[in-house]
C-alpha cells in the first residue's frame, strides 16, 4: 500500500512537473511570437517608409519631359528661398535633400532625365531673373551639391579673360549668376568666410567651367572678399563631360556626368 502510495505520488510530480514545462514553454512562445509579431510590424513600417519614398519619387520622374522649358515653368520663386531649403542651414541639410523633399517645398516643374548615365537635373525660374538648375545622383535622387544661376549669357571664350591671379571680384562681375549664389546662400558665405582654397562652377553654352581660387588669409573674416580670393586655374568641362566632386559625404569625391539638354540654356 505504502508502495502504491509513493508511486502514485511520483506520478503526480511528473505530471505537474509536464504541466509546468508545457505552461512556461508556452508562455515563452508567446512572448516569442510577440516579439516577432512586434518586429515583423515594425519591419513593415520601415518598408512603407522606404516604399512611400520611393513612390514619391517615381511619381516625380514621371513628369520627365523633353518639352521646351519655358513651356514646362510656370511658377517663380525668390533665389534666397530656393537655396534655403536646397544648401545647408539652420532649415535643410544637403545630406538629407532629395528630390522628393524639395518637390515638397517647390515643385518640380521642369525635370530631365538621362539613360547614358548623366545625373538628372530641374530648372527653376528665378522672380529676380534668370533660372536655377539643380543637379541630383543616386537611386534616392540626393541633391548632388552643385546648383547653377544663370542670368546672362555666357560661353567658354568670355572666360578666357579669366588669368591665374585675378580677384574672385572679377569672376563676379562676369559672371551674375555666381555672385547671386555667394550672397544669396549663408552656406557659400560660411564656405567663403572660412575657407583659403574655393572652386566655383559655371554653366555655359558649350558646358561648364570650373574656376579654382586661394586666400592667404586663413582667419575667418565676415565680408568672403576680405579673404581677397585669387584664380588658379579655369577649366573647362564639355557638355556631357565628368566633374569631380563630392556629391554625397559618404562616398567622398567622384567623377559625375552632367549633360544639360539642347534648348535648356535659358537665357
Known sequence: MKKTTFLFMIALVILSASCDNQGTESIITSKTSRKSSEVSDLGTINTEKKTQQQLQTEEIMRRQS???????????????????KLYFNAETDNVNTMLNNYNEKVPVECLRTFKDGSLPYCIYKIKEGGYLYIFFHGTSLKFANLGFVVKKPLSKTDFSRIKNGDALEKVEDLDEGIKSLFTGSDFFNDCLNRGTEYKSYHMVKEGFVIVSYVSDVKEKT???????YKVTDVKFIENGGTINLVADHWEGAR?????????????
Not at 565676415?222 to 581677397?228: G, Q
Not at 552632367?258 to 540654356?265: A, M, P, R, S, V
Open 255 to 267: 567623377d559625375y556626368k552632367y549633360t544639360l539638354l539642347d534648348g535648356d540654356y535659358l537665357v
Open 222 to 228: 565676415t565680408d568672403y572678399h576680405d579673404k581677397h
Open 66 to 84: 523633353d518639352a521646351k522649358a519655358d513651356k514646362l515653368i510656370k511658377s517663380a520663386y525668390s533665389l534666397k528661398d530656393l537655396l534655403d
